[in-house]
């Protein structure tokens, strides 16, 4: 009976050890404003794939897709306290926390996708990566944010001339606001949703955006002129919260930050099909699409000399650094 006792014992104790260094599960949340099936929260997804293959299952990143925790602002301070683990957002909210990231989104910054992503994968995008760790961030990859262009339903736009009086819807920011001012149009801040309804009564002439919101927010139908100046390029970033990821191993965080860059070519080649896709149909639709050459291009590049003028001295030092990349 003793022998029977004592093998209990063992067996017990011997579980009890096997319970206690068994490897902890973690389990991390990520916040996504966008659809489940949008080139942002599928590149979200793969990374939180190569997450769980790379720990063995140790470490889940759910993702919480279409604003399940909250508007991009809510998420990031959320992310910034420790609430949230990680958020993928447009860098233009993220610039209130770490002012010199503007000069990543200046307006015609970038000569074409080309440029964007020799700086983001190079030194200039890695120290800007960094930087949001002064903001108790964690800075793990760039996606792909296309290029943003005008469009209304007045007249054909082929040089900034052609903006002048329009009135533009803009998004409520000073950067956007100046932009449209110094392109000689009239800055007309509304929310998103209202859009199309202002298009449609004349509330407004025309807005900017991308070639799939152009599209899936029926803005094609009644703002049917639709320049490709390519005016913005405002990077999406993948931030994790410093608080928790300063609580992990050193090898845990590593795996984390090479998951995140080994999900970046999923997500442009998602956006480059979205944005494909989205062209054709506002062009079988026939709205009229033009592609303003070199030099009228530059009748746009030239109108933002005020506003690049206006940059304080660590931002015109960048916006240097960009221009000098091939």
């Not at 997804?45 to 790379?54: N, P, S």
């Not at 604003?67 to 301070?77: D, R, T, V, W």
């Not at 799939?212 to 390519?230: I, K, L, N, W």
């Not at 928790?244 to 860059?261: F, H, P, R, T």
Request: hydrophobic content about 40%; charged content about 25%; proline content about 5%.
């Amino acid at each position: 009976m003793k022998k029977i006792i004592t093998l209990l014992l063992v067996i017990v104790i011997a579980l009890v050890l096997m319970i206690g260094c068994a490897p902890k599960k973690i389990v991390m949340r990520l916040a996504e404003t966008h659809p489940a099936d949008y080139p942002t929260t599928i590149g979200d997804m793969e990374f939180a794939k190569l997450v769980g293959e790379r720990t063995n299952g140790r470490i889940t990143v759910e993702v919480y897709h279409s604003k399940q925790l909250g508007e991009e602002k809510a998420a990031i301070e959320q992310v910034q306290l420790g609430a949230i683990d990680f958020t993928r957002v447009s860098l233009a909210p993220v610039t209130a926390f770490v002012k010199k990231l503007d000069a990543l989104q200046l307006p015609y910054m970038y000569r074409d996708a080309d440029h964007m992503w020799k700086v983001l994968n190079g030194p200039i995008g890695e120290e800007m990566l960094k930087s949001v760790e002064s903001a108790n961030f964690v800075g793990l990859c760039w996606f792909d944010p296309g290029s943003r262009n005008f469009y209304n339903s007045k007249r054909e736009v082929k040089s900034a001339a052609d903006l002048k009086g329009l009135k533009i819807r803009v998004q409520q920011s000073d950067l956007m606001i100046k932009m449209i001012k110094y392109l000689g149009a009239n800055p007309t801040p509304l929310p998103y949703g209202e859009v199309y309804s202002a298009l449609k009564t004349g509330v407004i002439d025309g807005a900017e955006n991308n070639w799939p919101s152009y599209d899936t927010q029926s803005h094609f139908e009644v703002a049917r002129y639709y320049v490709v100046d390519g005016h913005l390029r405002i990077p999406e970033i993948l931030i994790g919260s410093k608080i928790v990821m300063d609580k992990l191993s050193k090898k845990d965080q590593e795996i984390i930050k090479q998951a995140a860059k080994d999900a970046v070519p999923l997500q442009i080649k998602l956006w480059a099909e979205k944005e494909k896709v989205s062209e054709d149909k506002v062009t079988k639709a026939g709205c009229k699409i033009y592609y303003p050459t070199p030099e009228e291009k530059k009748t746009f590049m030239d109108a933002m000399a005020p506003l690049y003028a206006e940059q304080p001295a660590e931002i015109q030092e960048i916006i240097k650094q960009i221009q000098a990349v091939q």
